[in-house]
């Protein structure tokens, strides 16, 4: 290694570490004034009552803080429900916004400062570390070490790295009111592109996409010689930041509802719920727009571009979810289970994700046309537990915190909705294929370890046979790797594409049918 | 042919011996099969053991099935070395002196390193690169130490610098040949994989031979000395000069029990004819470890050392053993692959180092000098013969077709597009070698071109 780049590793670990603790730092105040702005008007006067004692006093940290208010707000609370008063109960979670709004230490007062010793020095660190990667090296597969490293394969960096994540999650998803610290820094980043103070989401969709950028970089080095790497890595690249990123918050400061137009459902699983209907369909043209759009999609977009390209144009050209398992998740490709029984287990959960969005999204549509009479609750309950159990809990915890342990498609090889759909018309309606080449496979098994899916490629390359598999997200990782030429990702003629006997070339004794 | 419950035994777990017991039980669902093996439990993939070094894959990742599969096939692994063989009675015995019985027995022992007597070959950090135990053995040798030196220029040989290579090793490659591999390959191909290996900091000695290894006190190896004399000092040596049928076990004497043991007939490998049969009843040779009496093609030898080969006899003699109507060995169009450090290499068809005035060559390379091919045909007939390609990845079947059906080399040439197995996205230098060709010959050939709409949607046709 360089010294430029341990240096640079140096200051990465610095700002991650700086990151990390800086939630723990700054004092909060609650005021009065502070609640009235923060909660809606109906609870005002009640928030006011509830959270009185807490007003003027100093907390020289968030868990005190944060303690307070809990103990204060579920006191109320759980008095009502005592008493069964269900309408007086608040169930809004005012948690983040007051503990937010309450923060008065110095990351308020110089938010970027704060991200510049923080994110920013991460990624200045992380480009000084991964900019002269391979420099004066040949082009070619650099894959040398990968199982020796305590990162790459499940060593005491990789766990740790994983607990991390999963921690990180955790925290974001169902504890924001811990990390306004970080939320706060982005402030000023968040009201210059939408005109409003930044979430913890946009916090979190801030580093998402400098995470995709800085590690597509890497791609580009890692992969350098290698088109098909470096174009895919390029699109994934801008369709995060234009499309997941700039554009939604452009969006919200047109009065727009946020929009991701390259979501698409079920990955967007809230697509048709009550309140996006009901705000695409009252933003006039443009919502309009929205709208039929991500039916378009649905309904031709997919199916026709996945007969043409297979699912890959999704799954590793546009989609954000994949968008960051080839940058971020790269160095944790090989960590992928490629057995059999892995296989059974992914088909089942995938296809039952997929059953559930279908069956819960049905249910929402009808419920909306019938006037929410219909199963009203039923949905809302539903809504929840998908949300929590495979919104949060699958895409975001395991899907990204298990990448150092289970490599890094974790979500989209057994979670993910829109990959089930876009994977059954890979499977039965496309012309995309792995073309194996002959019998030139000599079965050494790069291609399978190396493919992020867990598909084993070698079965199917050393009986001659081609590829043909829903889960195949055409990350062509497995082409690049194999050192026999023996794999290439293709459109083509339907027929001839799933050669279930394959006759390998080069025996003309007999016509070997594997 | 098929008895039922035949006692079929392979010794060899080997890409053959795996190939043609998979086989048998794909088309026999009685015959009870066991393949014996000493080297590893499981079947692995022996051209893998380089990336295990070089840490792309751990063991397990080389094993081409998962451990279930062989209960679930019914094909009884047993893990011990086969010391003697008495045909008399068609039973194996084993180093710990257990015996076992067979019917019908398969051969399938694979090849071991060649040494050739060198002053100091048996030192300690003196080893070849064969087997699983070659491997371990070399992570072993290994070990802490500042500089290596290979002998013998071949595909082993540069795999073996490369895995020192990625370990930073500093290694000197001596070879005996006046460029890298060109007993097989065309003078501008072997010039060029030379250019590659010093690119990589190996330090390439050609047309240098080793004179003798040198040790220390303790009986590691501390240096040797090249046949000019010259010393290089050194703490590991790898041997690769080329492989030899593994058969010493089968060369013992016969056993002294049994007066009339049958001795199996050898020369360098185990001879065998276009079935696959010894000079023993029920007893077959196949992969590195045979030895045809006769070639099975013109353009074949007698022994070949290859991955695909072994398969393909694994596969032959799978079907002569379940079915009723035996068939001789026919080997297709020859095609091999390799990959020298980052230069993918394919070979199909008929292209030698040096050829006669029968034939014409076309050679083209690009100007980054790693990526070239070259096309042998014929001067008269104009039909394609071979060709070789570097860092172009070609589609087997299209060149099998083309060699095969004798096509016309000019038609290959213009639609090279659909020869071509390069992934997408690649730059394609189909047009550079056609106006090679054009140039030489002051021809007009033109590029057959896809329209806009055939490219968008990846049509072939
Ligand atoms: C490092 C390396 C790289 C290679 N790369 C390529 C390549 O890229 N392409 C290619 O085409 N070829 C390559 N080859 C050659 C190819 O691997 C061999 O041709 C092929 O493996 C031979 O297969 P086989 O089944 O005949 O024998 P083997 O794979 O050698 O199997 C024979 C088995 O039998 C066992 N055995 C032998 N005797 C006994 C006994 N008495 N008792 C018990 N067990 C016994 C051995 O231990 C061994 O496990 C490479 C070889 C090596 C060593
Ligand atoms: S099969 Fe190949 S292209 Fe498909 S996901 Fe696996 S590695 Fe990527
Ligand atoms: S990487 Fe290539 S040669 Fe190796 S097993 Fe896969 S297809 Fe076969």
Redesign the pocket.
Known sequence: MKTIQKIGLVIFVFGLVLFTFLPFFGTYQLEKETVETNVKEIHTDKMVEVLSPMFGKTYSSNFAFISDFKSYFNTYNDGLKANQEWDKVIWDNYAFALTKASATGPVSENPFLFLGITVLIGVFGALLYILPLYRGQTEGIKNDGIFFSSMKSKGLLGMITGAWLILFYIVLYWFPEYITNLVLMVDPISMALSGNPASQWFLYGFIYTLAIIVMGIRMFRKYRGNAYQTIRTTSVMFFQLAFAFLLPEILVLMNMPWHDFKNIWPLDYSFFYEYRIDGMISSGALGMFMLIWGIILIVVGVPLFTYFYGKRWYCSWVCGCGGLAETLGDPYRQLSDKSVKAWKIERYLIHGVLVFAVLMTGLTIANYFSGFELLGQATDQLHSIYGFAIGSAFAGVIGTGFYPLMGNRVWCRFGCPLAAYLGLVQRFKSRFRITTNGGQC?SCGNCSTYCEMGIDVRWYAQRGQNIVRSSCVGCGVCSAVCP?GVLKLENGDEEGRINEMPIIIGNNSITVKA | MSKANRNIVI????????TCARHIRKKDESAQITI?????DHFFS??A??YIYMGHMKYEHTKPYEDWFWNKNRINLKR????KIDFEVKALIFSNKESMTYDVLVL????KPNKFGWPGQDLKGVQG???YQDLELMESNTKDISKAVIVGGG??GI?MAEMLNSRKIPVTFLVREKNFWDNILPLEESKMINRHILEHHIDLRLETELGEIIGDASGKVKAITTKTGEKIDCQFVGLTVG?SP?IE?LRTKPLESSENNKTIQTNRGIIVDRFFKTNIPDVYA????AEFQETPAADRKNIE??????RMH?ETLAFNLTSDKPVPYQPGVWF???KFLDIEYQTYGFVPPVWTEEYESLYWEDDGGKIAIRFLYGKSDMKIKGVNAFGWRLRHDYFDKAISEGWMFEKVLTHLNKASFNPEFFKSHHKAVLDQYNKQKGKSLKVHKMSFIQKLIGSRA
């Open positions: 000599i026999r | 010794i060899g777990n080997g890409i053959s011996g795996v014996i093996s000493g080297e590893t022996r051209t053991l380089m011990a070395w086969v010391e399938a022992t694979g090849s690169m064969y087997s595909l082993i795999e492989v593994n076990f196949i992969g590195d470890c050392q290859v991955w695909y080969t072994g694994g091999n692959s390799a």
